[in-house]
């Protein structure tokens, strides 16, 4: 037979309503009579055990200056009489209030009791990332680009949710920002190569995972741990308003795609424009369209002696007025061929100069005396030609 001992199981108080009740019985009220008659009866019994701690405290103190008093010499022969006949009355209500703690029927209060109690508050790490310069976040971004460029075009073609949703969980690392970043560049330059159609479809990529970057934000999780819930919510057809907001920034997004390729298209003329400014400051083509036609006529044909004759018949004014913006422009340069004739003859006094220096060093050894002076100064169009001094 077993030597475990089960009696102390046989009388628990699992619950107030685990009893059937007669249909006659209210049972609501009965089990809440019950609990409430078990809660006030523990009630008494917990204060019932304080007082008596109280008053055992009390008659400890009271031995302590009874033992006091004796050494000092007083009779305090009738106060340890008293006190040795209510030592012996708490005594027996010491056993009493055990024996009644010992065949109290457990409970679900009593049943159990903690053993000890730890609480651990976590501390949230500084998740916020430190902010960069916008060279280190160009730097950033081409060493993303370079170890991802691949598989970031990969994600920009998928078509499909599940597909895309599928894709980011085999390459979490590229919910980020770089993605963004990258998706953005190019939808701008297949814009600018008026690939609209694969522009529209890869700026929808580059909108869903900004959206799966704002959802991150919104929850404070990392952007890789919100994949499968931002294609959740971005499929089920009761998240309308979400769809809404999705499409309206798309939208939105894709025209400040256009706007920013006509803004591009603009500075690349600016700056072709500002290339072909003439030595005045002004553009030879918008000149030329407010040429009069006979004037046109002339410099499309280059022909000198028409250009003459044309101003020959204008006015002062006009023709003063027109040859001025063309100078300014570069349409017409005065004096090209003077400027020419001159730039051929300071490119022979330069073979002249070079030519000299190598003679004299071939009569270094004959011309001791004019080996110590200075070799001949090399001639630019800027330099005099200065004699030779003997």
């Known amino acids: 037979m077993s030597a475990i001992d089960y009696s102390k199981w046989k009388d628990i108080e699992v619950s107030d309503d685990e009893d059937d009740t007669h249909p006659n019985i209210d049972t609501p009220s009965l089990f809440k009579w019950r609990h409430e ?3 006030q009866r523990m009630e008494d019994q917990k204060q019932n055990k304080e007082e008596f701690t109280t008053k055992k405290l009390h008659h400890l103190k009271q031995r302590d200056e009874i033992d006091k008093k004796k050494e000092k010499g007083e009779d305090v022969s009738s106060l340890q009489a008293d006190w040795e006949k209510l030592d012996l009355e708490i005594k027996g209500k010491e ?7 010992r065949l109290t029927p457990w409970n679900v209060d009593t049943i159990s009791q903690k053993g000890f109690t730890k609480t651990v508050i976590n501390t949230k790490p500084n998740s916020e990332p430190k902010a960069l310069t916008e060279s280190e976040r160009a730097e950033k971004l081409q060493k993303f680009t370079k170890a991802n460029d691949s598989l970031m075009k990969q994600f920009g073609l998928l078509r499909r949710y599940p597909d895309s949703r599928k894709f980011l969980l085999e390459h979490p690392h590229l919910a980020c920002e770089e993605t963004t970043s990258y998706l953005t560049i190019w939808c701008v330059n297949l814009a600018l190569e008026e690939k609209t159609e694969l522009m529209n479809h890869v700026s929808h990529q580059c909108i869903a995972m900004q959206f799966m970057l704002e959802l991150a934000k919104q929850v404070d999780r990392d952007p890789r741990s919100v994949i499968s819930d931002f294609f959740s919510k971005i499929a089920h057809a009761e998240q309308l308003e979400y769809k809404n907001a999705f499409e309206e920034e798309l939208n939105a997004f894709r025209i400040r795609i256009m706007t920013r390729v006509e803004e591009k298209i603009a500075e690349a003329e600016e700056e072709e424009r500002q290339k072909r400014l003439g030595p005045g400051g002004l553009d030879p083509f918008e000149v030329f369209e407010t040429l009069p036609d006979v004037l046109k006529k002339c410099f499309e044909s280059q022909d000198l002696s028409l250009l003459q004759e044309a101003i020959a018949r204008m006015s002062p004014e006009d023709a003063t007025y027109h040859m001025k913006r063309c100078v300014e422009s570069g349409l017409w340069v005065p004096d090209a061929k003077a400027n020419a004739r001159t730039s051929k003859e300071n490119g022979l006094l330069e073979d002249e100069a070079q030519e000299s220096k190598d003679e004299d060093e ?12 200075s070799p001949p100064q090399k001639l630019t169009p800027e330099t005099p030609i200065k004699p030779v001094e003997n």
């Open 37 to 39: 008659a078990r809660v």
């Open 95 to 101: 056993v009493e209030l055990d024996k009644q703690e």
């Open 362 to 373: 071939d009569e270094d050894e004959e011309e001791d005396d004019r080996s110590k002076k």
